[in-house]
């Protein structure tokens, strides 16, 4: 096969699984590595797919990644991510936590908290916070999406507008990287995750570096809504000013 006629079908293989590891591509082609990962960084040059730590991913601005895939995609950034924000978060505060792979990461750095009241419209998050039988977790109201367990519609915006809690923790599906706009894929989640920033007195964003230039079609708000950033690297230039003049605070977590 020509490199040409390898690089069409490793973007059409991107394409339909989301996500795919430079191993499995290895594999299919029957080729090293190292010929794969040359091809990747041809690609990826040319914007055809996204270069992650041990593979790529093809973004759509329609579609998102399977709740599976993105359970596994960036998971060393979320973890660090989500170390930061428990950091942040002191005992017996009141907190939302919205529907994604990140935030749920971050449910999981926060058992070690006391007293915590949480509200959140993802069923996994109440799932692994309601072991801890000094925490409140309440969830919203409203329509469960099976793919994710999240929960979304007019009922859980009603139910959010109930309460003013001291952190709001939300995730994102990508930032637009020359005017900082919020991205998701789905109406009715993004309406939820506006519900939980204006009943907000503080908003941490945890969102992983591979989120800027990625261009889900709905816009939630602008980055300049929130009130600090926690991520792996450093935003793009545009954004970084764009903080800088809104005082917005840039969190760099990593492990280094």
Do not use: W
């Not at 990625?214 to 602008?222: D, Q, T, Y």
């Amino acid at each position: 096969m020509s490199q040409i006629a390898r690089h069409d079908k490793i973007v059409t293989i991107a394409k339909e699984k989301g996500y795919v590891t430079i191993e499995e591509l290895a594999t299919h082609f029957s080729v090293t590595p190292q010929t794969i990962r040359r091809d990747i960084n041809e690609l990826a040059k040319s914007g055809s797919i996204r270069r992650h730590h041990g593979g790529i991913s093809y973004d759509s601005s329609t579609t998102n990644m399977t709740y599976a895939t993105r359970q596994i995609l960036q998971l060393s950034a979320k973890e660090q991510i989500a170390k930061k924000i428990a950091a942040e978060i002191p005992n017996n505060a009141s907190l939302f936590i919205n529907i994604g792979t990140t935030t749920e990461t971050v449910a999981r750095a926060l058992l070690n908290h006391q007293g915590l009241q949480v509200i959140t419209n993802n069923l996994n998050v109440a799932t692994i916070l309601s072991c801890k039988e000094d925490f409140n977790v309440i969830v919203t109201g409203g329509t469960v999406r099976s793919r994710d367990r999240g929960v979304i519609g007019e009922a859980t915006i009603d139910f959010i507008n109930q309460f003013r809690v001291d952190f709001g923790i939300i995730g994102i599906s990508g930032i637009d990287p020359m005017d900082g706009s919020l991205l998701d894929y789905d109406y009715q989640e993004v309406r939820v995750a506006q519900s939980i920033i204006s009943n907000s007195r503080t908003v941490f964003l945890a969102a992983d570096s591979a989120k800027f230039g990625r261009h889900p079609l709905v816009r939630l708000g602008n980055i300049t809504q929130v009130h600090r950033l926690f991520t792996d690297e450093q935003p793009p230039e545009p954004i970084s000013l764009l903080m800088q003049e809104h005082k917005i605070k840039l969190e760099l977590c990593s492990d280094q």
